[in-house]
């Protein structure tokens, strides 16, 4: 077990004077009451996870976590596992989509190598957290020993609390990991107890028999681990990934640091569930980026009673929808913070007509 | 009839070729196939719009299109009348929603006065265009004459023209006009036969009796008007406004001078409902940015065969929504213009494996 497992309890629930507060001044400014829909309550949770009367997202930082998967030698994916390594030299060289959007909404990058299967360059945007070269065959044995679980959910961790350290006030996370969206249908499907076929999707494209092919996988090393799947850590352990492990531990540091974090797809959200499952309250600091096209997100995002900011069909993983959703959210601190009361701009609101 | 009515005809279908372009540069982007979702094609259409190898959609222009209602008397709204004019104001003084929006993005604000029952001080960021200080009351008489209905269709032609003139990339079309949702309810009632029950909405927020009075106003004047409503331009006439009227002549004129135009909520919509029977090709040039909280738009939609970019319930107006879905766009042409192909990046596409 990490040693900071114990501050795991310590998560804070958000306070509701805050949202009192934040839901006032939305009242008051020159706009019908609740016009601005769902936006309204995300602003208000991002005010009361601040705490502060203008709050600001203008220090952005997106992680993403990168690793390998033993699965894969399952043939579970259309792309070769060395597609990683490649990505992620593909982020540094600011070539990738998450790059472009890293532009757009002038955030920060981050990799964070958790478990690639080869070695970098040094690179101050790369941070080296490795817990091992890619996870073992889920479908023979368990996917990482406790030991490099606890590396993972530690590298997760730690990079939220330095983030916390530099004053970054928004986070997004995202993944790259060849065969990791087989990891994460089966990590869901061990804590929510789904049957795989409802939570098991096409991946980056999979045909029928793909898709039929990975659920099989799926079920033979749910069922090689049955009886060690009762509780979250232990899931991660058997069935899950580096990268998922890793990000478990950066949704807690995040409720636990108070950092709002925006959780991309459907790998990021299968972290997001098992972190809830440790601690139910890092809830109230998460966004859900958007709903993606991988079948099984939108029962998840219902299971655990979220809404997601976007509804694109997007699949793509590397913190692309949570770039996007990001830029939502930071229009509506802006809002927040700079449009006029209807007393200050001397607009009647309709109450005066009562 | 408007003298560039006859220009109409001559919209011009998207070229295959380009949006082909489009495609193949999306595929050869370090991305699985398909994997950036509804968004391709948002960007595909950009592509075709601008026929440029690499699109830009920097320079931005939001228009917002006020007017008042004479039908507003019969206490459709929650907000009196004068709030038109208060938020006109409000806009110009940069205090609003749009406002805090448009900065955030960094877009110009341009307002047209196409109707607000008011003067307003002379100010280079509002266009007076009047065709008069609010419709008449549908109930009893026409919304409008037919003189009034070309000029205010022709203040949305111009302004559309004038920004071509001026290079503007793309367009976002908004609205402010108590009153409105119950013209709009009740053109797109008379155009698409559908009951006034399933187009009509609580607006600002109307109670449940409310919402039957609107529902009851709307049933009364399209009976008064029973006969005159087969045509679209005959429609905005009996039943329309003038900022839905401008917004039409706005459509329209987007799509023959190929700019292209991201469509707000509800009423603007409904303008692009009536564009669209004057020439469906205007729809290739639109992005419906959201669909909003407001009863009867999902199905205005479904009914567009359209996809909305964004679905947070929202339910402001004033291109708030259109504002937001913007930056979706831009983001995705960020994304087109600068992500490197599988070639550039030496990332093993799918097809080496085959």
């Known amino acids: ?10 998560i804070l629930p958000l306070e509701p004077g805050w949202r009192l507060i934040a839901r006032q001044r939305l ?25 502060k009367e203008r709050p600001e997202i203008e220090r952005k930082r997106i992680l993403i976590f990168a690793a390998d998967h033993g699965v894969s030698e399952e043939g579970v994916s259309l792309y070769p596992r060395e597609v990683t390594k490649a990505m992620v030299r593909n982020f540094l060289n600011g070539g990738a989509t998450i790059n472009a959007l890293a532009r757009y909404i002038q955030a920060e990058v981050c990799i964070l190598d958790v478990g690639v299967d080869a070695d970098f360059e040094a690179d101050p945007r790369l941070l080296s957290a490795k817990a ?10 368990p ?3 406790l030991e490099e679980l606890d590396r993972a959910l530690n590298a997760g961790w730690d990079v939220v609390r330095k983030a916390k350290e530099e004053d970054v ?36 494209g999979l045909d029928e028999a793909g ?17 060690f799947l009762k509780d979250p850590l232990r899931v991660l352990q058997c069935v899950g990934g580096y990268e998922i492990a890793a990000m478990t531990g950066a949704v807690l540091a995040a409720a636990r640091f108070q950092i709002p974090a925006v959780i991309d797809g459907w790998i990021v959200s299968a972290a997001a569930l098992a972190a809830s499952r440790l601690n139910a309250r890092v809830l109230d600091y998460l966004f859900f980026a958007h709903q993606s096209a991988e079948r099984g997100h939108r029962l998840l995002l219902k299971m655990l009673e979220v809404e997601p900011i976007l509804n694109l069909s997007m699949r793509l993983g590397e913190a692309s929808g949570a770039a996007l959703a990001l830029s939502i959210l ?4 802006r809002i927040y913070n700079e449009v006029s009361t209807f007393a200050e701009a001397g607009v009647a609101n309709r109450q005066s007509r009562e």
Not at 211 to 227: D, F, N, T
Not at 330 to 333: C, D, F, L, Q
């Open 330 to 333: 930071e229009a509506g601190i």
């Open 27 to 51: 009242k008051e400014q020159t706009r019908p009451e609740g016009s601005l829909g769902l936006l309204e309550s995300f602003i208000e949770r991002l005010v009361a996870i601040q705490k």
């Open 169 to 204: 006030q928004i986070l997004a996370l995202g993944e790259m990991g060849i065969g990791n969206t087989t990891a994460a249908s089966a990590v869901v499907a061990a804590l929510t107890e789904q049957d795989p076929e409802s939570v098991t999707g096409r991946g980056t």
């Open 1 to 10: 077990m990490p040693n900071w497992i114990c501050e795991v309890k310590e």
């Open 211 to 227: 898709l039929l092919h990975k659920i099989e996988v799926i079920k033979r090393a749910l069922q090689l681990h049955e009886g």
């Open 132 to 141: 091992r070269g890619g996870t073992r065959n889920m479908t023979r044995e």
């Open 143 to 145: 996917a990482m020993s």
